[in-house]
């Protein structure tokens, strides 16, 4: 079992629809959770991170922590053509300053 | 912002060849990392260094060695190229050591094929 489980997708919606995006963990000692979004031919560059557990929001986006379950999601509200890109979720702790990252889940937003 | 800077956005080498890949941040960062990145594969840690002249192993370090003489600058060499070294290669860099989300700050990918 990899540390850090994501589905690669697909995920294709409709513009104006919400989005969640998740990973679930087997490693307890994570403490910092990220999530980069990387966009066709380019790097990825760091949307949003958290520290433990709870919720945080920027604008139309909101990463949210249940470190009970080992479960992290990014939720996209009104989703728009411009958030197709892959996302990568990251994690990070245990005496280990490398994070850790998922696969990425594709997501494809249609007009 | 941070900038992280891959001088070579796209290569085409030959089987044997040696391949150098550069890359430079130029916000005084005290880690770097090399990762590949293959469909379905995800990011693969090849080399990292948290200091000038230091360097550590990643989880696929065989066929790659890095050097990292100046703070700034850390390559990536492929002694002798083979076709499963065709991948897009990233660069990162970060601040933060034993503390904080150490946070990466990538470049913008050198896609290297090998013929």
């Known amino acids: 079992q990899k540390e850090v489980e994501q589905d690669p997708g697909p995920l294709s919606v409709p513009e104006g629809a919400i989005v969640s995006l998740n990973c679930t963990y087997s490693n307890s000692a994570f403490q910092y959770f990220m999530w980069y979004r990387q966009y066709s031919r380019k790097g990825p560059e760091l949307l949003m991170y958290?520290?433990?557990?709870g919720n945080k929001e920027d604008g139309r986006f909101t990463a949210q922590v249940d470190k009970s379950s080992k479960y992290i999601s990014l939720f996209i509200r009104d989703s728009q053509p411009s958030d197709s890109a892959t996302y990568l979720c990251?994690?990070?702790?245990?005496?280990?300053?490398?994070?850790?990252f998922g696969r990425g889940t594709s997501l494809i937003v249609h007009p | 912002d941070v900038k992280v800077t891959q001088s070579s956005r796209y290569l085409v080498k030959r089987t044997g060849e040696k391949v150098f890949l550069e890359c430079v941040q130029d916000?005084?960062?005290?880690?770097m990392f090399w990762y590949r990145q293959d469909p379905g594969l995800g990011l693969r840690l090849i080399y990292f260094s948290y200091d000038v002249k230091m360097k550590e192993k990643g989880d696929i370090p065989e066929g790659y060695s890095v050097s990292r003489e100046k703070k700034e600058r850390f390559s990536l060499i492929l002694e002798s190229a083979s076709t499963n070294q065709t991948s897009m290669y990233l660069c990162?860099?970060?601040?933060?050591?034993?503390?904080?989300?150490?946070?990466?700050?990538f470049g913008a990918g050198s896609r290297l094929t090998v013929l």
């Open positions: 990251a994690m990070r702790g245990g005496g280990s300053y490398i994070p850790t």
């Open positions: 990162a860099s970060s601040l933060d050591g034993d503390s904080g989300a150490n946070v990466l700050t």
């Open positions: 958290t520290y433990s557990s």
């Open positions: 916000m005084d960062h005290e880690n």
